[in-house]
C-alpha cells in the first residue's frame, strides 16, 4: 500500500480514485478530511500528485514504483489521456560519460541515448558522478545536471556545497527555527541539509536518525570507485505528467459526484481561469446549500452566452508534450450547443501544409468546432470566397468555454484538395509517439478509424 498526498483542484476526484484503488491518502487537507472523513495522517508520501501548471492535468512525482502503479490505474479508467514520463528521476545521481563540449557547456550521456548538459572543468571521456537537477519527458531537450550531489531523505535532502534550507511549506515559524537549529547542529563539512515539508509533522529522534543514515550513504557514494558509465547510484523522485482531455475531465466529475454535489463541466470550467472556477463554486454552493438540480444546464447556457459576447475566441492547441500553441484568434459566425463556427483572417506569406499552395492577402480559415467530435474542421478560402482546401486536424474532443476552444493535437493531418485528393500528414510522427507510450492503443484506434473513414468517403 502506497502514502498518496493529494492537492489541486482534481483533488475530490483522484481521492476518491486513490482510495477505491487501496491507497492510503497521508497528509490531507481541511476539505478532503471533511467529505471523505478521513484520519488526518502525518505520514511521508510516497507520491504527490497535484496539479499541471496548467490545470489541465496532473503531475505525479515520487517513488517510481508507486507513479507506476498509479498510472497503470489511470490508463484503465481514462484510455484518452497523453502520458509523459520523465527521462531520469529528478535528483537521481548517476555515473555519466563526458561526450562532447558546446556552447560552455559539457554534454553527458546518463543513459544510452539520454544527455544533459553540465559546467565545469572536465575532458571528453570523463567519467563523472552527477545529480539530475532537472529533467526532461523527451529526448530533444538536455537534462539539468549537477555536480553538487543530493541525496533524498523521506523528511530531508542533504546536499552538496549547501547550507540548512527549510521547505516554503512549512509555515509555522516556531518549527522552521527548530529545524534551522537541527540542521546546523547536525551539518557535516561539504553538505547542507533541506527539510522537507513531511519534516513539520516528525519527532526530532526520526529526523537525527535519518540525518545519520543520509551522511552515511553520501560517504558511500563518495568513496565509490565505479568507473563504468550509466550505474544509477541514487534513484531519485520519478515524474509523470498526464494531460487530461475534455472526455476524462468529464468522467472526473462523475466521480466527484459520488462524495459531492458537482455542477456538469465540473473540472473543464475550474481549469478555463479565475472566471470559470468562481462560477463552479457559487454554482455548487447553490446546490450543496439549496438543493437544487438545475444549476448545470443553466451554468452550462450561461458559460456560452459569455463567449458568444466576446469579439474574438482565443484557440489553445495543445500538443501531445504539454507544449500550448495560441492559434490566431476567430470571430462567431454561428453557435449552438452542438457546434462553434469561427471565421479567422489569415496572414498572407508561406504555404498551407499539405496543400502546398501560397498563403495570400485576404484569405481566411473557416473554423468548425463540435465538442463531441475528434476533428476540427478548417476550410481555406481565398479573398473572393474560393476554396482553396480543407484540413482536417485530428485531436481530442475540445472544450468550449466562456473564453476559448481547447483541445489535444493529436499530431496526424487530413489534407483535402479541391479536386478531392486526399492526404494524410504526420503519421510516422504519431506511431512514433504510440510507440513510446506518450498515447495509448486506445487512441491510436480512434486515429486510424478517422482516417479510414475519410478514405473510404473518397
Not at 484510455?79 to 563526458?98: F, W
Request: aromatic residues 8%; charged residues 30%.
Amino acid at each position: 500500500m502506497f502514502n498518496v498526498r493529494v492537492r489541486g483542484i482534481y483533488a475530490t476526484a483522484i481521492t476518491r480514485l486513490c482510495m477505491d484503488w487501496g491507497f492510503r491518502i497521508v497528509q490531507p487537507t481541511e476539505t478532503i478530511i471533511d467529505r471523505f472523513r478521513l484520519t488526518d495522517l502525518k505520514e511521508p508520501p510516497d507520491i504527490t500528485i497535484k496539479d499541471l501548471e496548467s490545470k489541465d492535468g496532473i503531475i505525479i512525482i515520487g517513488l517510481r514504483r508507486a507513479v507506476e502503479e498509479v498510472l497503470k490505474k489511470l490508463e484503465i479508467y481514462f484510455p484518452e489521456v497523453i502520458v509523459l514520463k520523465c527521462l531520469m528521476p529528478i535528483r537521481s545521481i548517476v555515473k555519466g560519460i563526458v561526450k562532447d563540449f558546446r556552447n560552455g557547456e559539457y554534454i553527458v550521456e546518463v543513459k544510452p541515448n539520454i544527455y544533459g548538459v553540465l559546467k565545469g572543468n572536465f575532458r571528453i571521456g570523463d567519467v563523472i558522478t552527477v545529480s539530475v537537477a532537472k529533467t526532461s519527458f523527451t529526448r530533444n531537450n538536455y537534462l539539468k545536471l549537477s555536480s553538487s550531489l543530493w541525496i533524498k531523505g523521506r523528511y530531508a535532502y542533504l546536499i552538496q556545497d549547501s547550507k540548512v534550507i527549510v521547505s516554503r511549506h512549512i509555515r509555522d515559524r516556531n518549527i522552521r527555527r527548530e529545524l534551522s537549529s537541527l540542521g546546523l547542529l547536525f551539518k557535516e563539512k561539504g553538505w547542507g541539509v533541506k527539510w522537507r515539508s513531511s519534516a513539520q509533522y516528525a519527532n526530532i529522534p526520526s529526523l537525527m536518525e535519518e540525518l545519520k543514515k543520509l551522511y552515511e550513504k553520501a560517504r558511500e557514494i563518495l568513496k565509490s570507485s565505479e568507473k563504468t558509465p550509466y550505474v544509477e547510484l541514487i534513484d531519485g523522485e520519478y515524474i509523470a505528467k498526464v494531460i487530461f482531455p475534455s472526455t476524462t475531465k468529464i468522467e472526473l466529475d462523475k466521480i466527484r459526484s459520488k462524495t459531492i454535489p458537482t455542477v456538469y463541466k465540473h473540472h473543464i470550467y475550474k481549469s478555463s481561469g479565475k472566471i470559470g472556477s468562481v462560477l463552479v463554486d457559487f454554482a455548487e454552493k447553490i446546490l450543496n446549500e439549496f438543493n437544487v438540480d438545475v444549476v448545470s444546464g443553466d451554468l452550462h447556457e450561461f458559460m456560452i452566452e459569455l463567449l458568444r459576447q466576446r469579439s474574438k475566441v482565443e484557440i489553445l492547441h495543445i500538443k501531445p508534450s504539454g507544449e500550448i500553441i495560441s492559434l490566431t484568434p476567430g470571430s462567431i459566425i454561428e453557435i449552438n450547443k452542438e457546434k462553434l463556427i469561427l471565421k479567422r483572417r489569415l496572414t498572407a506569406g508561406g504555404r498551407y501544409d499539405g496543400l502546398n499552395i501560397p498563403k495570400e492577402e485576404g484569405d481566411y480559415d473557416i473554423m468548425e468546432v463540435k465538442p463531441n467530435e475528434w476533428t476540427i474542421t478548417h476550410s481555406y478560402y481565398s479573398k473572393n470566397r474560393v476554396l482553396k482546401g480543407r484540413y482536417i486536424n485530428i485531436n481530442t474532443p475540445p472544450e468550449i468555454t466562456y473564453k476559448y476552444i481547447k483541445y489535444i493535437d493529436l499530431i496526424v493531418d487530413i489534407v483535402i484538395l479541391p479536386n478531392g485528393e486526399v492526404k494524410i500528414l504526420d503519421l510516422e510522427e504519431f506511431d512514433k509517439l504510440c510507440s513510446e507510450g506518450v498515447v495509448s492503443s486506445y487512441i491510436r484506434t480512434k486515429v486510424n478509424n478517422i482516417i479510414s473513414s475519410f478514405n473510404t468517403a473518397q
